[in-house]
T-cell receptor, first 117, second 114 residues
Framework: EDKVVQSPLSLVVHEGDTVTLNCSYEVTNFRSLLWYKQEKKAPTFLFML????IEKKSGRLSSILDKKELFSILNITATQTGDSAVYLC?????????????????FGKGTKLSVKP | ETGVTQTPRHLVMGMTNKKSLKCEQH?????MYWYKQSAKKPLELMFV???????ENNSVPSRFSPECPNSSHLFLHLHTLQPEDSALYLCASSQDRQGNTEAFFGQGTRLTVV
């Protein structure tokens, strides 16, 4: 069965700390891995990763994918209270059927990050 | 299993058909969401219901019509769709819109419009 496991489930740090969030997966026919940040509203897209070893970076956030070991990490440096949120990892798996294919999203349960002043 | 169940998992429909997507949660949550995910794109929020009241409609075409008869059920009625509406439709729920709690997603309905 396809699954996505995130760790830790929750994390409390202080402003200025650096955090690393983990996402491991077991899926058949992997297509991409996505990270989302969820605050009070809908999850907001952070990164989409499709290739191993290529770091994606946006400000203080960065992420990398290891398709051999089947995991991804999300790093946040110099954390701020505004980084407090649930970070969702999702893996898109390709489902094959007669006549074509389609991708299905499998989400992890998320990591709840709390950044204290 | 997240506690949010969507049916059907897959749907193929013609442009003149009328169909409905169903979402059900028994987590005691009061907020429910419909998202759309197109190929190679991130999640797009479509509708939000909080305590059975629609609180957000993110400029979604009228061919998509949501319905929330109670806090546990959410429907998305579809009619005269276009091929570009083919996507993965995700339902999610959370405690409410004010609480800082995570949303639980269903596994989605993969919709193909032919």
């Amino acid at each position: 069965e396809d699954k996505v496991v995130q760790s830790p489930l929750s994390l409390v740090v202080h402003e200025g700390d650096t955090v690393t969030l983990n996402c491991s997966y077991e899926v058949t026919n992997f297509r991409s891995l996505l990270w989302y940040k969820q605050e009070k509203k809908a999850p907001t897209f952070l990164f989409m990763l499709t290739s191993s070893g290529i770091e994606k970076k946006s400000g203080r956030l960065s992420s990398i994918l290891d398709k051999k070991e089947l995991f991804s990490i999300l790093n946040i440096t110099a954390t701020q209270t505004g980084d407090s949120a649930v970070y969702l990892c999702a893996v898109e798996a390709i489902v094959l059927f007669y006549g074509g294919s389609q991708g299905n999203l499998i989400f992890g349960k998320g990591t709840k990050l709390s950044v204290k002043p | 299993e997240t506690g949010v169940t969507q049916t059907p998992r897959h749907l193929v429909m013609g442009m003149t058909n009328k169909k409905s997507l169903k979402c059900e949660q028994h987590l005691g949550h009061n907020a429910m969401y419909w998202y759309k995910q197109s190929a190679k794109k991130p999640l797009e929020l479509m509708f939000v219901y909080n305590f059975k009241e629609q609180t957000e409609n993110n400029s979604v075409p009228s061919r998509f019509s949501p319905e929330c008869p109670n806090s546990s059920h959410l429907f998305l009625h579809l009619h005269t769709l276009q091929p570009e509406d083919s996507a993965l439709y995700l339902c999610a729920s959370s405690q409410d819109r004010q609480g800082n709690t995570e949303a639980f997603f269903g596994q989605g309905t993969r919709l193909t419009v032919v």
